[in-house]
Every structure is written in structure tokens, then in C-alpha cells.
């Protein structure tokens, strides 16, 4: 039976030392954020972040736009944003209603702001391997990996995804610990063969249960991304929990996995950057 790798345990931990931290500051880490239109599942989220702040005593400004809400208006926004001395990140919740660029808007954040780590300045110097935020979710993950000692140095990966805000990252975090990285998506052929080979197999789809235990190397370190609900309304991953946890040597839960973690990430990128505007 696998470890359970007990990512709400390492997030509480992690907001704890982010709290210590902030308080050695001369000014509160401020974080903004946007949410636009009625969105349930964002509402969630955002509320998630604020109670985050709470716990960290992080300064959290909340700006609940309407779904009419113009590009301009929301660009405008940001800008007065980015120049607040009092703000050290800015986050706009994800997906935005139809009619706003999404990419114009992750744009306009200045990358020096962007916690979320989603800008092309801060995407970039992940792929170069210089210093910038990391995505959320990814970060969270290593830092996982990190808390139960599993190096990825010289271990197949195979990641199963390939957006910008999870799988890419992720791939490149793991190829920079010196992993040897496969990256899977829905063009991929021989998925489940792919799979088998994975020391460290990551798997960032959402679609339940599609990650089953003949998919599984006996032994494999497997992490579970995705935020799904079961035909009975229950939150689950991609992979097929209660059998692949028989044979993986390690595996996050969900819930209570990368969840927590990349909330407890967006607190650690938001001192980070207090910490380097405040010199
Ligand atoms: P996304 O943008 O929809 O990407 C999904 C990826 O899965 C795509 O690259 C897609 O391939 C691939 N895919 C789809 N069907 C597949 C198949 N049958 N076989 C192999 N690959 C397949 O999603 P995302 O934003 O990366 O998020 C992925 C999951 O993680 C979602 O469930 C999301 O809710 C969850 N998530 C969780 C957290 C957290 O904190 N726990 C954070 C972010 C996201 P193509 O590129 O070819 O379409």
C-alpha cells in the first residue's frame, strides 16, 4: 500500500513559515484579487485565496467585477495595480467571460506582480532556467516531492498534459532536477505503455479514472492534478485512487493533495515578492 503523500499537511506548514516570514517585514505583503462575472467554481477559489491571506497576514484586496465588465475596464484596473507600492501580487481569476482575451489580460500584469507565475517574462525564464514566479500547481509539486526526498534526478517522468499553467511547467521543473521527461497529451499514442515506464508519473487531464492501475508501474511515484467530480458529485482526480494506490510506492489523495499546495504556493510567491520589492 503506497504512501500517502499528504499535501494539507505540508501546505499548512508552509503557510506557517510564509506567516513568520512576512511578519520580519517592514510592510505586509499585499495580495489583489480579480474575479469577474458569477462563476461558482471561481467564487470558491477566490474565497479560498482570501481566507490564505487571513492565515498569513498578508494585506488581500478582493475586486469582484461584473460580467459585463469591458477588456479595457479590467486592463485598466490592473494597470492602477501594478503601480500600488502596497500590492505585491496580482492575480485574475481564470476563466474570464467570453469577449476578454485572456492572454492580452495575463499579459498586463506586470510579470513582477505576477504570483501566478503566468506571464511570458516569468514562462520564459523557466524555460531558460533563470529566476522568476513559478506556476502554482507545479511549484507546489516539487516542493512535495521535495518534503518526501523523492529526486526525480535520473527518473523516467511522465507527465500526462501539456497547458501552460500545469503540464508544461510542470515537465520543465522536473527536467531542471535532471528528470528524464515524457511529456503526454491527447494526441499522444500508446499512452498507457508510456505510462508503465514512469518512475514519477503526473497525471494533469481532468477526466476521472482515466489513469487506471494497469497504466502504473509497480512502485512509481504517482501525483494526481486533476479537480474532478465523480457521477456522485464527489471530488476526485484522473487517477483510479483505489486501485493504483494498492501498487504505487507513493500517491497525493485528492482531495488533500496538490490542492492545498498550490494554494499554499501562491502565499509563498506573493512574500516573494514583497520580499524583493522591499529590498
Ligand atoms: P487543460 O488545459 O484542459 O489540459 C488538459 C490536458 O490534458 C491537455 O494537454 C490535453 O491534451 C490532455 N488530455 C486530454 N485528454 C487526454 C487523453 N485522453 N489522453 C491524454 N491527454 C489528454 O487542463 P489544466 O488546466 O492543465 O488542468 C488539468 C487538470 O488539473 C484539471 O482537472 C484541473 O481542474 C486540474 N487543476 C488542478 C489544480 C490544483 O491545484 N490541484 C490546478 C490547476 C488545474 P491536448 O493538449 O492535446 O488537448
Given at each position: 500500500m503506497a504512501i500517502i503523500l499528504d499535501g494539507k499537511a505540508l501546505a499548512a506548514k508552509c503557510k506557517q513559515e510564509v506567516k513568520k516570514e512576512a511578519e520580519s517585514l517592514a510592510r505586509t505583503p499585499g495580495l489583489a484579487v480579480i474575479i469577474v462575472g458569477n462563476n461558482p467554481a471561481s467564487r470558491v477559489y477566490v474565497n479560498s485565496k482570501r481566507k490564505d491571506c487571513e492565515e498569513c497576514g498578508f494585506l488581500s484586496e478582493e475586486y469582484a467585477l461584473p460580467?459585463?465588465?469591458t477588456q479595457g475596464e479590467l486592463i485598466s484596473l490592473i494597470q492602477q495595480l501594478n503601480v500600488r507600492?502596497?500590492?505585491?501580487g496580482i492575480l485574475c481569476q481564470l476563466p474570464l467571460p467570453d469577449g476578454i482575451d485572456e492572454e492580452a489580460v495575463l499579459m498586463a500584469i506586470s510579470p513582477e506582480k505576477d504570483v501566478d507565475g503566468f506571464h511570458p517574462m516569468n514562462m520564459g525564464a523557466l524555460l531558460v532556467g533563470k529566476e522568476g514566479f513559478l506556476p502554482c500547481t507545479p511549484y507546489g509539486i516539487m516542493e512535495i516531492l521535495k518534503e518526501y526526498d523523492i529526486d526525480p534526478k535520473g527518473k523516467r517522468c511522465v507527465v500526462i498534459g501539456r497547458s501552460n499553467i500545469v503540464g508544461k511547467p510542470m515537465a520543465l521543473l522536473l527536467l531542471q532536477k535532471h528528470g528524464t521527461v515524457t511529456i503526454c497529451h491527447s494526441?499522444?499514442?500508446n499512452l498507457a505503455e508510456i505510462c508503465r515506464t514512469a518512475d514519477i508519473l503526473v497525471a494533469a487531464v481532468?477526466?476521472?479514472?482515466?489513469?487506471?492501475?494497469?497504466?502504473v508501474k509497480p512502485g512509481a511515484v504517482v501525483i494526481d492534478v486533476a479537480m474532478n467530480r465523480n457521477e456522485a458529485g464527489k471530488l476526485c482526480g484522473d487517477v483510479d485512487y483505489p486501485a493504483v494506490k494498492e501498487l504505487a510506492w507513493a500517491i497525493t489523495p485528492v482531495?488533500?493533495?496538490?490542492g492545498p499546495m498550490t494554494r499554499a504556493m501562491l502565499m509563498k510567491n506573493t512574500l516573494l515578492s514583497a520580499q524583493k520589492r522591499q529590498g
Open positions: 460580467e459585463e465588465t507600492e502596497d500590492i505585491d494526441r499522444t499514442q481532468g477526466k476521472v479514472n482515466m489513469v487506471t492501475a494497469d497504466m482531495p488533500g493533495g496538490v
